[in-house]
């Protein structure tokens, strides 16, 4: 009787968990992905520079950035299916008002109020909530989101494209809420609601003391990973922003580069799966070392694409699958080293800098290559990747001795 119990309560955690993926992907489609499938058409027909219709997305993300934490704290207090609905409904409304700009300032505001809502939409709190119900099981339920969300990219850009040319791009954003609204969110609630572990709860997975978030702060092991995961965000961050003109100006010719920046994506999908193919014989502290490793070693090719152009593909899968882990490994690894008391606020906290950090990398990658071109840009991608590894390999020397302790 006990183990039929246990397998339907799996069964039904399972049916949730897949429901929560596909919510996740439908809104990672409206809410985040509509800006990069919908610029030129919002380019073209509002008139507005390139620079000033990213600026609203740089601050859509910066603002995600500083309200993760909050977001963190009503996931700790056992919030976490409300605030994932509440934000994909409001998100969903809030694309329907973006349908309706006509000026910069309706643009940006609506944005501003779109960043703060992907701070209790998107992955990080998908993530915390999934750590906070399932402990040290969520890293299954994590694996699965991202494999299944993943390919919202892949599948909003040819779509919000159809949709544009046949509706207009006000059309397109219109069909875009109505999908995150009537599908997104309640496939996010619904599976959100999961059958807690128990065990976990037994183990301190209750709502986090008072104070949680400040203990962390005074653990350099905090800082170290905060630090290894925000370098690696800065870094795709410039590279991505900056992709085409930086291999236009390495002799790449545009069909190949458009190519190998379409294979991004994908490519991040396959190195979630071979993560999964290997964590039986690898701990997720050396797979997130590989990882960034990945991740030097494909800013270190772009040296050299310019000697063979073929090698941006080579430049693609190890970005690609490299920078693909870390969105796993990030919250099991702060879970693994800071622990579970107060992880959404914590976690929260280590999103801050990783967000925010993405967020800034196309002005700073501008900045290094005005002055010293892209030859400047590579040498400051290849540095934030290996300061990533050093700093993830101390907190995992300091978390060694602080556990052998």
């Not at 599948?155 to 809420?177: D, K, N, Y």
């Not at 905060?226 to 965000?233: D, L, M, V």
């Not at 920078?323 to 690894?333: C, D, F, M």
């Not at 040498?379 to 302790?405: E, K, Q």
Request: glycine share 12%.
């Amino acid at each position: 009787m006990q183990a039929h119990h246990d397998n339907t309560r799996r069964g039904g955690r399972r049916a949730r968990i897949l429901a929560m993926a596909v919510g996740q992907g439908l809104v990672w489609a409206g809410m985040f992905y509509s800006f990069p499938a919908l610029l030129p058409h919002w380019e073209s027909a509002l008139g507005w520079s390139k620079a000033s219709l990213s600026g609203a997305f740089t601050l859509a993300l910066l603002l995600s950035a500083l309200a993760a934490p909050a977001a963190g704290r009503l996931i700790d207090r056992g919030h976490g299916p409300h605030l994932l609905g509440a934000s994909a409904l409001l998100g969903a409304l809030l694309l329907l008002a973006l349908s309706q700009a006509h000026a910069v300032w309706h643009f940006y505001l609506v944005w501003m109020g779109l960043g703060v809502l992907m701070a209790g939409a998107l992955y990080e709190p998908c993530f915390a909530h999934l750590t906070h119900a399932l402990g040290a099981e969520a890293r299954g339920a994590i694996t699965t989101v991202t494999l299944i969300a993943g390919f919202a990219g892949t599948v909003s850009f040819p779509t919000s494209h159809l949709l544009a040319e046949a509706f207009g791009w006000r059309g397109a954003v219109v069909g875009l809420a109505l999908v995150a609204g009537l599908a997104g969110c309640p496939l996010m609630w619904w599976g959100a609601r999961l059958p807690t572990d128990t065990r976990s709860e037994s183990e301190g997975g209750a709502p986090a003391p008072e104070g949680a978030l400040a203990g962390a702060l005074r653990s350099p092991v905090f800082w170290l990973v905060s630090i290894a995961f925000a370098t690696t965000a800065l870094n795709h961050g410039m590279v991505l922003s900056h992709f085409l003109p930086l291999a236009s100006e390495r002799g790449v010719a545009a069909g190949t580069a458009v190519l190998a920046a379409s294979l991004i994506g994908p490519m991040q999908i396959v190195g979630r799966l071979a993560m999964v193919a290997v964590q039986k014989w690898l701990s997720m502290a050396a797979i997130c070392m590989i990882s960034f490793a990945f991740i030097a070693a494909a800013s270190t090719t772009l040296f050299f694409v310019a000697l063979l152009p073929l090698l941006v593909f080579a430049f693609v899968a190890l970005q690609g699958s490299g920078y693909g882990v870390t969105s796993i490994a990030k919250p099991v690894i702060t879970l693994q080293y800071l622990g579970r008391r107060g992880f959404g606020v914590i976690s929260g906290a280590v999103a801050t800098a990783y967000m925010g950090a993405f967020a800034l990398g196309p002005m700073a990658a501008a900045l290094l290559h005005g002055l010293g071109g892209y030859d400047f840009v590579i040498v400051g991608c290849v540095a934030l990747a290996l300061a990533g590894i050093a700093s993830f390999a101390v907190a995992g020397r300091l978390h060694a001795a602080r556990d052998g302790g």
